[in-house]
Each structure stands twice: as structure tokens, then as C-alpha cells.
């Protein structure tokens, strides 16, 4: 695939350190993919019920009532089906020249409590990309604002210790305190016309590493129920002047991570999701990019205990390997023949099973390493 864009080679790839990541698209050479060994409905429902697909008002009280009251495990058939999904993805994966990493097993049924609250359990390791972002050579851990991800990262601690052995960075965002304080007890989505508002205010710096995606020298990032400003002012100030954040505004009322809405796949390509973004209004930098509009899925997403968990626009969820190579869910026929008609080259993997657990390709990674260096795109 040609890119006709004029790029500005700013730094040299390092070579001294295990991880390496700048954009979505360069060379895939090392990923850490999620398991969903031990997963368990997550307990606490503040921010669980504001983030699930709309019209299901019914469905999110009964399950509220049910996790409030005891520990719910994803029935075993689940995790079975969602085990087998990720085998054949790891093998796409290893196939294509990708090393593969994945967490350990933890207990994710444990209840914990900080001075201020308590939680019955946690969730589980399915998907890093919500966990982390990696900037160039360095792995940050983000500060969620799910009370039941608090410990999300245990998982994860024997590849991050192995990494900053190896000479990476290894950063923790301030651990929130999660108070009372942070959320919205009365939240009502807005009306139409109004303006759009979260389950979270600006109490402490807080973000999910999902809700942003990296075109090299530039993030864009989306405002959401876990996400706020001040945690995207506290990542800016972090990495510097090195990079550039740009904040998107979703029309989403459901509003959790940017990888449903807005996905890099090449330079010069980016896909875009026509309902959740106003395409008229995307950062600067992309207006010498093509947009791409996502076409409509042509399959339902599988239901947890009866429920709807995740956007129907998990199609756009996919994993680039390169520049050309997009790993995209078997089932989605519109997506993979837009995507040949964009000039990739599509790789299927079936992975419905993977979506009751909140993810698909991309969620259920984290690009440790790319081959490539930090360039300007704009």
C-alpha cells in the first residue's frame, strides 16, 4: 500500500528496549494477548450500567439485582468457546511472525476493599489494551475509574517486570481513590440536543488506555464514562511535547473506548464510525487523510445472562499487523469486503465468542513492539 503522505523521520527505532510501539499499523513483532481464564460479571454496576448498548433497561436492572447480591461467574461454556477463539487467533498470529505473550491467571473472584469501599470481585484479563497504552518505549498503566478493575494489572506483573529488566519504562498513572465523590449517583444520559455529560466528573485524573489510539507523534483520545479530562491533561503533561492529544467528541451515549469509533489502520487511513463521530469534525491533522466510513455490521453480538454487553460496531474492532495485513472477525462479511476494496488485506479469525467478555482484536491486545519510528503524519 502506497502512502503519498510526507512524513518527518523524527527518532530511531530502540533497539535497547523490549517495547517499542508508536502508532497501530507498524510491523507487529511482539503482542501480549488476554485470557479469560477464572472471568466473573464485573460486581459493581455505577459505571456497568451507563456504558451497555441502550434498550435494555430491563435486562441491566436484573443482572444489577443478581451481581449486587453474590458472585457471578461467565458460565464455563463461555469461557470454553472464548478460549478456543483466542487459540486460533494466537495461531493467526504466530503464523504471520508475531511473538506472543499472555498474562498470568489470577483470582478474579476475590473481594478487596480500599479504606473507602468494597468490592464482592473483580473482572478478569481479557483485554490489556483497556489496561495499558504503550508510548514509544514505555508501558503505562492507567488509572481506571471501575471500582472492580482496581487490580486489573496483577495479571500482567511478570511480563512488566520482565520488560523493565529489559530496559523499558514501566510508568503507573497516581492510583484513584475512587471515592463516592468521582461519580454522578443520579446520572441520567442527556436529552437530545443536550450536552453531553458522564458518570464521572473532573474529581481526580482518571482514563481507560482504550479510549485512546496513536498516529505517531499525535493521540486522539475520546471524553467518556471512565475517561475525563483531567486524566488526559495528566497524560499529556506526562509525555511531553513529543506528542500532541487531540480530544474527539463522541455522540455516543454509551460513551467507553475509542476503538469502536475511531481506528488508525495505515497513514492515510483511518476508519471512522459515522454515528458515534460527526466526521466534520475530527482533529486537523486528519484532514489530508481518507476517511473511511465503517459499513454497518451484519451480525448481532452473543448476550451475557441475557444481556447486550458491547456495541453492535465491534466490527470496527480490529487488529492491524501492518500496513496491510487487518486481523477481522470471520462473520463480518461488509467489513472484510470494504476493507479489500480499501486496498488491506484482510486475515478472518472467527472471535464472537470473545465478545461477551468486552473485546474483540483489539481490546484483547497490547502492541508491545512495532517495527518503526516516530514520525509526524499530519
Same mark, same amino acid.
Given at each position: 500500500?502506497?502512502?503519498?503522505?510526507?512524513?518527518?523521520?523524527?527518532?530511531?527505532?530502540?533497539?535497547?528496549?523490549?517495547?517499542?510501539?508508536?502508532?497501530?499499523?507498524?510491523?507487529?513483532?511482539?503482542?501480549?494477548?488476554?485470557?479469560?481464564?477464572?472471568?466473573?460479571?464485573?460486581?459493581?454496576?455505577?459505571?456497568?450500567?451507563?456504558?451497555?448498548?441502550?434498550?435494555?433497561?430491563?435486562?441491566?436492572?436484573?443482572?444489577?439485582?443478581?451481581?449486587?447480591?453474590?458472585?457471578?461467574?461467565?458460565?464455563?461454556?463461555?469461557?470454553?468457546?472464548?478460549?478456543?477463539?483466542?487459540?486460533?487467533?494466537?495461531?493467526?498470529?504466530?503464523?504471520?511472525?508475531?511473538?506472543?505473550?499472555?498474562?498470568?491467571?489470577?483470582?478474579?473472584?476475590?473481594?478487596?476493599?480500599?479504606?473507602?469501599?468494597?468490592?464482592?470481585?473483580?473482572?478478569?484479563?481479557?483485554?490489556?489494551?483497556?489496561?495499558?497504552?504503550?508510548?514509544?518505549?514505555?508501558?503505562?498503566?492507567?488509572?481506571?475509574?471501575?471500582?472492580?478493575?482496581?487490580?486489573?494489572?496483577?495479571?500482567?506483573?511478570?511480563?512488566?517486570?520482565?520488560?523493565?529488566?529489559?530496559?523499558?519504562?514501566?510508568?503507573?498513572?497516581?492510583?484513584?481513590?475512587?471515592?463516592?465523590?468521582?461519580?454522578?449517583?443520579?446520572?441520567?444520559?442527556?436529552?437530545?440536543?443536550?450536552?453531553?455529560?458522564?458518570?464521572?466528573?473532573?474529581?481526580?485524573?482518571?482514563?481507560?488506555?482504550?479510549?485512546?489510539?496513536?498516529?505517531?507523534?499525535?493521540?486522539?483520545?475520546?471524553?467518556?464514562?471512565?475517561?475525563?479530562?483531567?486524566?488526559?491533561?495528566?497524560?499529556?503533561?506526562?509525555?511531553?511535547?513529543?506528542?500532541?492529544?487531540?480530544?474527539?467528541?463522541?455522540?455516543?451515549?454509551?460513551?467507553?473506548?475509542?476503538?469502536?469509533?475511531?481506528?488508525?489502520? @495505515?497513514?492515510?487511513?483511518?476508519?471512522?464510525? &459515522? %454515528?458515534?463521530?460527526?466526521?466534520?469534525?475530527?482533529?486537523? $491533522? /486528519?484532514? =489530508?487523510?481518507?476517511?473511511?466510513?465503517?459499513?454497518?455490521?451484519?451480525?448481532?453480538?452473543?448476550?451475557?445472562?441475557?444481556?447486550?454487553?458491547?456495541?453492535?460496531?465491534?466490527?470496527?474492532?480490529?487488529?492491524?499487523?501492518?500496513?496491510?495485513?487487518?486481523?477481522?472477525?470471520?462473520?463480518?462479511?461488509?467489513?472484510?469486503? @470494504?476493507?479489500?476494496?480499501?486496498?488491506?488485506? &484482510? %486475515?478472518?479469525?472467527?472471535?464472537?465468542?470473545?465478545?461477551? $467478555? /468486552?473485546? =474483540?482484536?483489539?481490546?484483547?491486545?497490547?502492541?508491545?513492539?512495532?517495527?518503526?519510528?516516530?514520525?509526524?503524519?499530519?
Amino acid at each position: 500500500m502506497t502512502n503519498n503522505l510526507s512524513t518527518l523521520d523524527t527518532a530511531t527505532t530502540n533497539t535497547t528496549s523490549p517495547v517499542c510501539s508508536y502508532n497501530e499499523w507498524d510491523p507487529l513483532e511482539e503482542v501480549i494477548v488476554g485470557i479469560v481464564d477464572g472471568a466473573m460479571v464485573p460486581s459493581w454496576h455505577t459505571i456497568y450500567r451507563v456504558t451497555i448498548p441502550g434498550g435494555q433497561d430491563k435486562e441491566v436492572n436484573e443482572m444489577s439485582k443478581q451481581i449486587e447480591q453474590y458472585r457471578l461467574p461467565y458460565p464455563k461454556r463461555m469461557i470454553e468457546a472464548a478460549t478456543k477463539n483466542l487459540k486460533e487467533f494466537v495461531h493467526i498470529l504466530e503464523s504471520e511472525g508475531v511473538v506472543v505473550r499472555r498474562p498470568d491467571v489470577v483470582n478474579h473472584s476475590a473481594s478487596f476493599n480500599t479504606p473507602a469501599w468494597k468490592i464482592l470481585n473483580g473482572f478478569c484479563s481479557a483485554n490489556p489494551r483497556d489496561v495499558f497504552i504503550v508510548i514509544g518505549n514505555e508501558i503505562i498503566e492507567a488509572p481506571m475509574a471501575d471500582r472492580g478493575r482496581y487490580f486489573e494489572t496483577w495479571g500482567y506483573r511478570s511480563l512488566l517486570k520482565e520488560y523493565f529488566k529489559g530496559g523499558a519504562k514501566w510508568t503507573a498513572v497516581p492510583r484513584p481513590q475512587l471515592l463516592d465523590d468521582l461519580y454522578d449517583q443520579d446520572y441520567k444520559f442527556p436529552a437530545p440536543g443536550e450536552k453531553m455529560r458522564y458518570v464521572i466528573n473532573e474529581f481526580e485524573p482518571t482514563f481507560d488506555a482504550a479510549d485512546f489510539v496513536r498516529f505517531g507523534r499525535d493521540i486522539v483520545v475520546q471524553k467518556s464514562h471512565v475517561t475525563n479530562s483531567f486524566g488526559i491533561a495528566w497524560l499529556q503533561r506526562h509525555i511531553g511535547d513529543d506528542y500532541r492529544i487531540h480530544v474527539v467528541d463522541s455522540l455516543c451515549p454509551q460513551a467507553l473506548h475509542i476503538d469502536t469509533t475511531l481506528v488508525p489502520l @495505515a497513514p492515510g487511513k483511518v476508519l471512522v464510525n &459515522p %454515528i458515534n463521530l460527526d466526521v466534520n469534525k475530527l482533529p486537523d $491533522f /486528519l484532514k =489530508s487523510w481518507d476517511i473511511l466510513i465503517a459499513p454497518e455490521p451484519n451480525r448481532t453480538p452473543k448476550t451475557l445472562y441475557g444481556t447486550n454487553v458491547i456495541s453492535h460496531w465491534v466490527n470496527m474492532n480490529v487488529l492491524s499487523i501492518d500496513e496491510e495485513r487487518v486481523v477481522v472477525e470471520k462473520s463480518q462479511e461488509y467489513m472484510i469486503k @470494504a476493507l479489500k476494496d480499501w486496498g488491506f488485506k &484482510p %486475515i478472518v479469525c472467527e472471535f464472537e465468542d470473545y465478545y461477551p $467478555f /468486552l473485546g =474483540s482484536f483489539h481490546c484483547s491486545t497490547l502492541d508491545v513492539r512495532r517495527r518503526g519510528v516516530l514520525k509526524s503524519y499530519a
